[in-house]
Protein backbone atom coordinates (compact mmCIF):
# COMPACT_ATOMS: atom_id res chain seq x y z
CA UNK A 1 0.00 0.00 0.00
CA UNK A 2 1.65 3.13 -0.73
CA UNK A 3 -1.26 5.10 1.80
CA UNK A 4 -1.91 8.73 0.77
CA UNK A 5 0.01 10.26 -2.05
CA UNK A 6 0.67 13.88 -3.00
CA UNK A 7 2.18 15.60 -5.93
CA UNK A 8 3.31 18.17 -6.59
CA UNK A 9 6.11 18.15 -3.30
CA UNK A 10 6.79 21.41 -4.06
CA UNK A 11 5.72 24.40 -6.66
CA UNK A 12 6.47 27.85 -6.73
CA UNK A 13 3.48 29.87 -8.54
CA UNK A 14 3.34 33.19 -9.56
CA UNK A 15 0.27 35.74 -8.18
CA UNK A 16 -2.73 35.33 -10.33
CA UNK A 17 -1.69 31.51 -11.63
CA UNK A 18 -3.62 28.63 -11.17
CA UNK A 19 -2.81 24.56 -10.17
CA UNK A 20 -4.43 21.55 -8.96
CA UNK A 21 -2.69 19.80 -6.17
CA UNK A 22 -3.17 15.89 -6.76
CA UNK A 23 -4.12 13.68 -3.96
CA UNK A 24 -4.68 9.86 -3.95
CA UNK A 25 -5.12 6.92 -1.66
CA UNK A 26 -5.37 2.99 -1.75
CA UNK A 27 -7.02 2.36 0.96
CA UNK A 28 -10.47 2.45 0.00
CA UNK A 29 -11.03 5.46 2.18
CA UNK A 30 -14.63 7.19 2.28
CA UNK A 31 -13.32 10.43 4.10
CA UNK A 32 -10.80 12.52 2.72
CA UNK A 33 -9.37 15.65 3.88
CA UNK A 34 -7.13 18.90 2.77
CA UNK A 35 -5.28 20.85 5.19
CA UNK A 36 -3.28 23.77 5.20
CA UNK A 37 -0.26 24.44 7.41
CA UNK A 38 1.24 27.58 8.29
CA UNK A 39 4.21 28.03 10.40
CA UNK A 40 3.56 27.90 13.91
CA UNK A 41 -0.30 27.14 13.26
CA UNK A 42 -1.90 24.51 13.45
CA UNK A 43 -3.49 22.56 10.67
CA UNK A 44 -6.70 24.10 8.71
CA UNK A 45 -9.20 22.51 7.09
CA UNK A 46 -9.92 23.57 3.41
CA UNK A 47 -12.25 21.06 2.48
CA UNK A 48 -13.22 17.56 3.32
CA UNK A 49 -15.38 14.96 1.26
CA UNK A 50 -16.76 11.96 2.83
CA UNK A 51 -17.58 9.71 -0.33
CA UNK A 52 -17.38 9.91 -4.25
CA UNK A 53 -19.89 12.76 -5.71
CA UNK A 54 -19.96 14.57 -1.84
CA UNK A 55 -17.88 17.21 -0.84
CA UNK A 56 -18.44 19.95 2.33
CA UNK A 57 -16.66 23.57 3.26
CA UNK A 58 -14.29 23.20 5.90
CA UNK A 59 -12.54 26.43 8.16
CA UNK A 60 -10.37 27.98 5.27
CA UNK A 61 -12.41 27.88 2.10
CA UNK A 62 -11.82 30.80 -0.06
CA UNK A 63 -9.92 30.29 -2.97
CA UNK A 64 -9.96 27.22 -3.41
CA UNK A 65 -11.90 23.86 -4.89
CA UNK A 66 -12.34 20.62 -4.34
CA UNK A 67 -14.01 17.36 -6.76
CA UNK A 68 -14.18 14.32 -5.48
CA UNK A 69 -15.36 11.96 -8.53
CA UNK A 70 -13.84 8.90 -7.55
CA UNK A 71 -12.95 7.10 -4.14
CA UNK A 72 -9.52 6.75 -4.43
CA UNK A 73 -8.74 11.21 -5.98
CA UNK A 74 -9.27 13.88 -3.95
CA UNK A 75 -7.53 17.55 -6.28
CA UNK A 76 -7.07 20.44 -4.24
CA UNK A 77 -7.64 23.44 -7.34
CA UNK A 78 -6.27 26.90 -6.56
CA UNK A 79 -7.81 29.66 -8.17
CA UNK A 80 -6.54 32.93 -9.01
CA UNK A 81 -2.97 32.61 -6.62
CA UNK A 82 -2.42 35.17 -3.95
CA UNK A 83 0.45 35.58 -1.19
CA UNK A 84 -1.59 34.49 1.33
CA UNK A 85 -1.71 30.71 -0.17
CA UNK A 86 2.03 30.44 0.45
CA UNK A 87 1.84 27.62 2.99
CA UNK A 88 2.41 23.62 3.60
CA UNK A 89 -0.63 21.89 2.51
CA UNK A 90 -1.52 18.12 3.50
CA UNK A 91 -3.75 16.07 2.28
CA UNK A 92 -5.48 13.30 4.43
CA UNK A 93 -8.18 10.35 4.99
CA UNK A 94 -9.90 7.71 7.03
CA UNK A 95 -12.29 5.18 7.10
CA UNK A 96 -15.08 6.83 9.25
CA UNK A 97 -15.71 10.05 11.15
CA UNK A 98 -13.82 9.36 14.39
CA UNK A 99 -10.43 7.46 12.59
CA UNK A 100 -7.58 7.85 12.65
CA UNK A 101 -6.40 10.01 9.48
CA UNK A 102 -3.68 9.12 7.25
CA UNK A 103 -1.56 12.25 5.88
CA UNK A 104 0.14 12.33 2.94
CA UNK A 105 3.46 13.85 2.57
CA UNK A 106 2.64 17.09 1.86
CA UNK A 107 3.26 19.91 -0.94
CA UNK A 108 5.25 22.95 0.03
CA UNK A 109 3.55 25.68 -1.99
CA UNK A 110 4.94 29.39 -2.60
CA UNK A 111 3.05 32.32 -4.29
CA UNK A 112 5.19 35.16 -5.27
CA UNK B 1 -17.76 26.59 20.55
CA UNK B 2 -15.37 23.60 20.30
CA UNK B 3 -11.52 25.11 20.97
CA UNK B 4 -7.94 22.94 21.84
CA UNK B 5 -4.90 24.72 23.53
CA UNK B 6 -1.58 23.45 23.58
CA UNK B 7 0.15 26.34 26.44
CA UNK B 8 3.56 25.15 25.42
CA UNK B 9 5.27 26.51 22.36
CA UNK B 10 8.21 24.14 23.24
CA UNK B 11 9.23 21.31 25.92
CA UNK B 12 12.53 20.28 26.71
CA UNK B 13 13.38 16.61 28.58
CA UNK B 14 16.47 14.77 29.27
CA UNK B 15 16.59 11.38 27.82
CA UNK B 16 15.09 9.00 29.88
CA UNK B 17 13.30 11.47 31.95
CA UNK B 18 9.48 11.53 31.90
CA UNK B 19 7.67 13.79 29.68
CA UNK B 20 4.11 15.63 29.16
CA UNK B 21 2.95 17.64 26.97
CA UNK B 22 0.11 19.32 27.52
CA UNK B 23 -3.78 20.00 26.04
CA UNK B 24 -6.83 21.65 27.22
CA UNK B 25 -10.09 21.52 25.31
CA UNK B 26 -13.46 23.24 24.93
CA UNK B 27 -16.39 21.92 24.33
CA UNK B 28 -19.81 21.77 24.59
CA UNK B 29 -20.73 17.59 23.87
CA UNK B 30 -18.85 14.65 24.45
CA UNK B 31 -15.23 15.43 23.31
CA UNK B 32 -13.23 12.97 20.82
CA UNK B 33 -9.58 14.10 21.30
CA UNK B 34 -6.49 13.45 19.19
CA UNK B 35 -2.88 13.56 19.34
CA UNK B 36 -0.40 13.43 16.55
CA UNK B 37 3.12 13.77 15.70
CA UNK B 38 5.20 15.49 12.80
CA UNK B 39 8.51 14.68 12.02
CA UNK B 40 10.74 16.96 10.37
CA UNK B 41 9.66 17.56 6.64
CA UNK B 42 7.15 14.68 7.29
CA UNK B 43 3.28 14.27 7.20
CA UNK B 44 1.49 13.88 10.58
CA UNK B 45 0.97 10.57 12.02
CA UNK B 46 -0.98 9.33 14.53
CA UNK B 47 -0.60 8.66 18.07
CA UNK B 48 -3.52 8.08 19.89
CA UNK B 49 -7.63 8.98 20.48
CA UNK B 50 -10.32 9.04 23.64
CA UNK B 51 -13.42 8.39 22.43
CA UNK B 52 -14.81 7.31 25.40
CA UNK B 53 -13.76 4.61 28.15
CA UNK B 54 -10.54 4.20 30.08
CA UNK B 55 -9.42 7.80 30.80
CA UNK B 56 -6.06 6.23 30.33
CA UNK B 57 -4.94 5.95 26.43
CA UNK B 58 -2.19 4.09 25.19
CA UNK B 59 -0.93 4.33 22.16
CA UNK B 60 2.28 4.34 19.29
CA UNK B 61 5.87 4.63 20.55
CA UNK B 62 4.83 4.25 24.44
CA UNK B 63 2.94 7.62 24.59
CA UNK B 64 -0.17 7.01 26.51
CA UNK B 65 -2.56 10.03 27.15
CA UNK B 66 -4.89 10.84 29.78
CA UNK B 67 -8.30 12.00 29.75
CA UNK B 68 -9.46 14.29 32.62
CA UNK B 69 -13.15 15.51 32.11
CA UNK B 70 -12.78 17.35 35.46
CA UNK B 71 -10.02 19.42 34.44
CA UNK B 72 -10.65 19.66 30.67
CA UNK B 73 -7.33 18.09 29.71
CA UNK B 74 -5.70 15.40 27.44
CA UNK B 75 -1.78 15.53 28.29
CA UNK B 76 0.33 13.67 26.39
CA UNK B 77 2.89 11.34 28.24
CA UNK B 78 6.25 9.18 28.17
CA UNK B 79 7.44 7.31 31.42
CA UNK B 80 11.16 7.66 29.43
CA UNK B 81 11.86 10.01 26.98
CA UNK B 82 13.81 8.96 24.07
CA UNK B 83 16.15 11.49 21.71
CA UNK B 84 14.21 10.32 19.03
CA UNK B 85 10.79 11.57 20.44
CA UNK B 86 12.31 14.92 19.36
CA UNK B 87 9.39 16.30 16.93
CA UNK B 88 6.30 18.51 16.64
CA UNK B 89 2.96 17.02 18.75
CA UNK B 90 -0.22 18.32 17.71
CA UNK B 91 -3.51 17.93 20.09
CA UNK B 92 -6.96 18.10 18.03
CA UNK B 93 -10.56 17.46 19.28
CA UNK B 94 -13.13 16.28 16.72
CA UNK B 95 -16.38 18.41 16.58
CA UNK B 96 -19.82 16.58 17.46
CA UNK B 97 -21.73 18.39 14.98
CA UNK B 98 -19.23 17.44 11.47
CA UNK B 99 -16.75 15.97 10.22
CA UNK B 100 -14.00 18.84 11.28
CA UNK B 101 -11.29 18.47 13.41
CA UNK B 102 -9.89 21.47 15.01
CA UNK B 103 -6.29 21.28 15.73
CA UNK B 104 -3.90 22.83 18.52
CA UNK B 105 -0.67 25.05 17.38
CA UNK B 106 1.58 21.87 18.28
CA UNK B 107 4.35 21.71 20.71
CA UNK B 108 7.76 21.35 19.65
CA UNK B 109 8.93 18.22 21.75
CA UNK B 110 13.21 18.29 22.02
CA UNK B 111 14.95 15.40 24.01
CA UNK B 112 18.57 16.00 24.60
CA UNK B 113 20.85 13.61 25.46
Known amino acids: NAGVTQTPKFRILKIGQSMTLQCAQD?????MYWYRQDPGMGLKLIYY???????DKGEVPNGYNVSRSTTEDFPLRLELAAPSQTSVYFC???????????FGPGTRLTVL | AQSVAQPEDQVNVAEGNPLTVKCTYS??????LFWYVQYPNRGLQFLLK????DNLVKGSYGFEAEFNKSQTSFHLKKPSALVSDSALYFC???????????WGAGTKLIIKP
Open chain 1, 49 to 55: SVGAGIT
Open chain 2, 92 to 102: AILMDSNYQLI
Open chain 2, 27 to 32: VSGNPY
Open chain 1, 92 to 102: ASSSNRVGEQF
Open chain 1, 27 to 31: MNHNY
Open chain 2, 50 to 53: YITG
